[in-house]
C-alpha cells in the first residue's frame, strides 16, 4: 500500500511510513485519496491488518521474555548487525503468527551499526550516522499519569537512567532500552546505547548491565510476570543475578534456593561454536561493576563470580557470559543438530566426567520467517495452484507437494523476473558507491552494463569473519577466471558483507574481493556490493540461481541464508554445516566436501570441490538443452528446495520446537519449583548441601555383570553395582551403567545408559541390580556410574551435578 502510495519516497525512506508520510506531499495524498483503486486497497489491507491482530495469544498464564542484543525486523530500523538480529527478528515475527504469548527486550542504539563503503583501494570504511527515533515506526512508553517511562540500572558511581521505546510487530510487543537521555548527565552514560558492538570492554559490559538487569526492571515496572526468560546469546545474561536479588529480597531466600529458583524457567540459547566468541570480563572489571550491587543484594562478589567460571576457585579465570547463562539456566539448545554437538563438546568440561554426548544441552534449528523473505512473484504463483489456505499450513509438507502442478516454465519465468530485477538494482547499487569515490567516467560506465540476466549467477554474502572463507573460491584464480568468462556457459558472482570495525584480516579479504574486480578480464563477472544490510540479502536470496556457503565445518552455527535462498527456489552449494547438514540430501543442492572435522589442509580440498561441482555438474546443468527455453532439470531441483525447505525452516516451525522442547516444559518447571512457598527449590538446595558434604566418601565397591563367554541378542545379562552411600539414600543417587561395543582402542561406542535399582542393603553399602538385554552384536563392555539425583530431566541437569565412575 505504501509504495503503491509514492514508490520513490517508499524505497528513498527505506521502507519506514512514518518517515514516508512525513515526506509525501499533500497534492499525492489528495489523489490517492480520490483515487478508487487506492481507496479500495488501503481498505482490504486495513481489514487484513485488522483480522491479524484479531487473534489474542493463548490464556494459558505463560509469558515468555525474549532477551537478545539486537533485531533485525526492517530496513528503516538499523539496530541490528547481521545474523543474531535476523534471527531474532524472525523469531518476533514467528511469534506474532502464531499469536505466542512473548515480549522482547533489547537496546535501543544511537547510531546503530555502521554503515559500509569502499575507498578507491577497496578498504572499507565505517560511518555511523544518527537514528531519529521519532521518525521511526516506534514510540515513547508512558506511564499510567502520562510520563515516560524511565528505569535505573545500577552503575559504579551512581545509576544510569534508560528511557523505554515501543515497538509494536505485529501482535507482540518489543520494547528497547534508550541511555541517550537528559536524566544522563556524564556522556559515559549517555553513550552505552550510542552503538552496536562498539567500543571496549567497559561499553560492552555497560550495555550488558542495561540490557540484562535494566531491562528486567522495565518488565516489572510494566507489570509482567514473564513465566519463561530465554537469553539469546550471552549478552543478557545478568538477568539472571537481578532475578536471583529479587527472588532473595521478595521471598526471603538464601542464594542457592533463589538460584534454583532462578534456573528453573531460564532457557539460553548459544549461536557461539567457537571460544573466541564469547564475551569475557577480568575480575577486576567485574568487581568495579558489581562490588555495591553484591553488597546491597546480600549475595557475595565471590558466589557472583563462580557463577561465571569454569573452575569457581581460579580467581585468575575470566568471568565468561556463557557460562553464567549456562549455570543460571536449566535450559539449553544450540541452533542446528550439528552446532548441538559441537556445542556439547565446547562446554563439556562444565560436566566434569560426564560423555560429551549427554552434555545437556539440546539444539532447536533456527527457521526464517516466510512471509519476510518469499518474493511476492512467487506468492502469486502459489495463490493459483496450492490450496488457499497455503499460508496458514505452510510448515505441514503436504502443503508443498501441489507445486508439482505448477509449469516449469511458470516458475522459471518467475525466477528471471526476479534474477531482472536483482541486476536492476545491483547496478544501482554499485554505481552509487563508484560515484562517492569519484571513479572515472569509464568506470562508471563498465558498471552501467555489468552483469546478465541470462548467465549462471553465484551470490554469497554474510559478514566477513575469516572463518567464512569468503575468498576460497579464489584459490584457483586461473581456473575461476576460465569459468567466468567462457563464451558458451560464463558464470558471474555477486559478493556483500561487512566486517567488524576491528577484524583487519576481515576487511582485508574486502580488499581483495574488490581489487581483484576490476581486473579488465573479468570486471563484469565479478561484483562486490557495498553496505550489506536487509535489503540487498532480500534482493540476492529473491534473484541468484545458486547460493554459496563455504565456511569451516564446524564455525558455522546455523546459518540462514541459505534458507532464505532455498525457500525462493535458490539452490544451495554448500559446505555440510550448519542447517544444510541436515537437509543436503533433499535440497536439492550440492554439498561440498563431507562431514569430516575441519582441519587448514581442507581449505585446498574444499577449494578443489567447489570448482569442480561447479564445472562438472552445475554450470552444465544450468546451460543443459532448453527445451521451450527453461531448463527443466534445473526448475525440478528448484521445486525440490522449495518443497524440502520452507515447511522445514519455516520460523513457525522453529517456535514450536521452542514451545515443546523449552518453553512448555520451563513453564511447568517454574509452576513446581515455587508451588507451597518455593519447597522444591527449598529442598533442593538443602538436599544439595548434604549431598555434597558426604560425596567424597561415596564409591561403588563392585560392579559386573558382562559375561565371559557369549551372549544371544535379545536375550537378558544381570548387571549389579554395590555402591557405599556414605549414609545417603539411595533415592539420592542414580547408579547408571554404559553399555556399548568395544572398538579397536577399548573405547566405548554406540552406548546405551541403564539405570540400576536398589534392591538389597549391605550395612553401609546398596546393591543395585537390573536385567539388560542387548541387541547389538560384537564385543560388548560396560562401565558404571553414580551421580546426585538432583534432575528429573536430562536436560536439566545443573552443572553442580555430582559423578563419580567405577
Known amino acids: 500500500m505504501f509504495r503503491r502510495l509514492d514508490p520513490v519516497e517508499w524505497r528513498a525512506s527505506f521502507h519506514n511510513p512514518v518517515s514516508m508520510l512525513g515526506q509525501v506531499s499533500q497534492a499525492t495524498l489528495e489523489k490517492a485519496a480520490n483515487d478508487p483503486r487506492f481507496v479500495t486497497m488501503y481498505r482490504r489491507s486495513c481489514e487484513k491488518f485488522d483480522a491479524y491482530m484479531a487473534t489474542a495469544a493463548s490464556t494459558d498464564q505463560k509469558l515468555i ?79 499510567g499519569d502520562g510520563r515516560e517511562l524511565i528505569v535505573e540500572c545500577p552503575m559504579p558511581g551512581g545509576d544510569v537512567f534508560a528511557k523505554v521505546w515501543l515497538i509494536q510487530v505485529g501482535r507482540v510487543k518489543l520494547y528497547l532500552l534508550d541511555t541517550n537521555i537528559p536524566q544522563n548527565e556524564s556522556a559515559e552514560a549517555k553513550n552505552i546505547t550510542d552503538q552496536l558492538y562498539g567500543g571496549d570492554s567497559n561499553m560492552r559490559i555497560r550495555q550488558e548491565i542495561v540490557l540484562g538487569i535494566g531491562g528486567l526492571r522495565v518488565l516489572r515496572e510494566m507489570g509482567y510476570n514473564p513465566t519463561v526468560y530465554h537469553m539469546n546469546e550471552g549478552h543478557s545474561a545478568f538477568l539472571a543475578l537481578e532475578r536471583i536479588r529479587i527472588l532473595m529480597a521478595s521471598h526471603g531466600l538464601s542464594f542457592d534456593e533463589a538460584l534454583e529458583t532462578c534456573r528453573s524457567n531460564n532457557v539460553f540459547t548459544t549461536h557461539t561454536p567457537v ?395 517454574r509452576i513446581e519449583t515455587r508451588d507451597d512457598n518455593f519447597a522444591r527449590a527449598k529442598q533442593h538446595a538443602a538436599w544439595d548441601q548434604r549431598v555434597r558434604s558426604v560425596w567424597g566418601h561415596v564409591r561403588i565397591l563392585e560392579a559386573g555383570g558382562a559375561p565371559a563367554g557369549a551372549v544371544l541378542s535379545g536375550h537378558s545379562m544381570p548387571l549389579h553395582a554395590l555402591v557405599d552411600l556414605a549414609g545417603l539414600e539411595p533415592g539420592d543417587v542414580r547408579v547408571e551403567a554404559v553399555v556399548g561395543r568395544v572398538d579397536a582402542e577399548g573405547i566405548l561406542r554406540d552406548t546405551e545408559i541403564v539405570s540400576l535399582d536398589a534392591s538389597q542393603q549391605h550395612g553401609a553399602a546398596w546393591m543395585f541390580r537390573c536385567d539388560y538385554a542387548p541387541h547389538q552384536t560384537g564385543r560388548l563392555g560396560c562401565a558404571f556410574r553414580v551421580s546426585s539425583n538432583h534432575f528429573d530431566n536430562p536436560l536439566t541437569r545443573p552443572t553442580t551435578a555430582l559423578l563419580k565412575w567405577n
Open 65 to 143: 521474555a525474549y532477551f537478545s542484543m539486537e533485531y533485525g525486523l526492517a530496513e528503516c530500523l538499523p539496530v541490528y548487525s547481521g545474523g543474531l538480529g535476523v534471527l531474532s527478528g524472525d523469531h518476533m515475527k514467528g511469534a506474532s503468527d502464531l499469536a505466542l504469548p512473548l515480549i522482547g527486550v533489547g537496546l535501543l542504539y544511537q547510531k546503530g551499526y555502521f554503515r559500509q563503503s569502499l575507498n578507491p583501494d577497496g578498504w572499507q570504511i565505517e560511518r555511523s550516522p544518527d537514528n531519529d527515533f521519532y521518525t521511526l515506526p516506534m514510540q515513547p512508553v508512558k506511564t
Open 275 to 669: 571460544p573466541a566468541g564469547i564475551d569475557l570480563f577480568d575480575a577486576g572489571l567485574m568487581h568495579h561493576y558489581f562490588h555495591d550491587y553484591c553488597r546491597r543484594t546480600g549475595f557475595s562478589i565471590d558466589q557472583l563470580l563462580s557463577l561465571g567460571r569454569r573452575n569457581p576457585s581460579d580467581p585468575g579465570e575470566a568471568f565468561s557470559m556463557a557460562i553464567l547463562a549456562i549455570k543460571t539456566s536449566c535450559w539449553r539448545n544450540g541452533v542446528s543438530r550439528l552446532h548441538g554437538e559441537v556445542s556439547r563438546e565446547m562446554w563439556a568440561d562444565l560436566w566434569p566426567n560426564l560423555p560429551s554426548n549427554e552434555v545437556p544441552i539440546t539444539y532447536v534449528t533456527n527457521g526464517v520467517h516466510l512471509r519476510s523473505w518469499l518474493h511476492g512473484d512467487l506468492v502469486q504463483v502459489y495463490d493459483s495452484y496450492l490450496q488457499p489456505d497455503w499460508r496458514e499450513k505452510a510448515t505441514d509438507p503436504e502443503t508443498w507437494k501441489h507445486l508439482d502442478d505448477v509449469p516449469d516454465h511458470e516458475l522459471w519465468e518467475a525466477h528471471k523476473k526476479r534474477k531482472r530485477q536483482l541486476i536492476g538494482f545491483v547496478r544501482n547499487r554499485v554505481l552509487q558507491g563508484a560515484q562517492h569515490r569519484k571513479a572515472s567516467s569509464a568506470e562508471m560506465r563498465r558498471l552501467s552494463e555489468a552483469l546478465d540476466p541470462d548467465v549462471l549467477t553465484i551470490g554469497f554474502a554474510r559478514r566477513f569473519a575469516t572463518y567464512k572463507r569468503a575468498t576460497l573460491m579464489l584459490r584457483d584464480l586461473p581456473r575461476l577466471k576460465r569459468m567466468l568468462t567462457n563464451s558458451r556457459m560464463p558464470v558471474q558472482i555477486l559478493i556483500a558483507g561487512k566486517a567488524h570495525p576491528r577484524d583487519v584480516p576481515g576487511k582485508t579479504l574486502i580488499r581483495e574481493i574488490f581489487q581483484l574486480s576490476r581486473d579488465p578480464e573479468i570486471a563484469n563477472r565479478l561484483i562486490f556490493i557495498e553496505d550489506y544490510s536487509i535489503a540487498v540479502a532480500r534482493e540476492l536470496v529473491h534473484g541468484v540461481d545458486v547460493w554459496l556457503n563455504n565456511p569451516r565445518r564446524g564455525e558455522e552455527a546455523c546459518g540462514t541464508s541459505g534458507m532464505k535462498a532455498g525457500i525462493n527456489g535458490v539452490l544451495n552449494l554448500s559446505i555440510l554445516d550448519g542447517w544444510f547438514d541436515e537437509s543436503d540430501d533433499v535440497s536439492g543442492g550440492w554439498a561440498i566436501g563431507d562431514r569430516d572435522h575441519y582441519s587448514e589442509d581442507q581449505d585446498e580440498l574444499h577449494a578443489s570441490s567447489l570448482l569442480s561441482l561447479l564445472e562438472s555438474e552445475i554450470i552444465p546443468l544450468y546451460y543443459s538443452s532448453r527445451e521451450d527455453d527453461v531448463p527443466h532439470e534445473w526448475v525440478r531441483r528448484m521445486k525440490q528446495s522449495i518443497k524440502a525447505l520452507t515447511p522445514q525452516y519455516d520460523a513457525r516451525r522453529m517456535l514450536d520446537d521452542y514451545s515443546r522442547l523449552l518453553y512448555n516444559p520451563a513453564h511447568e518447571l
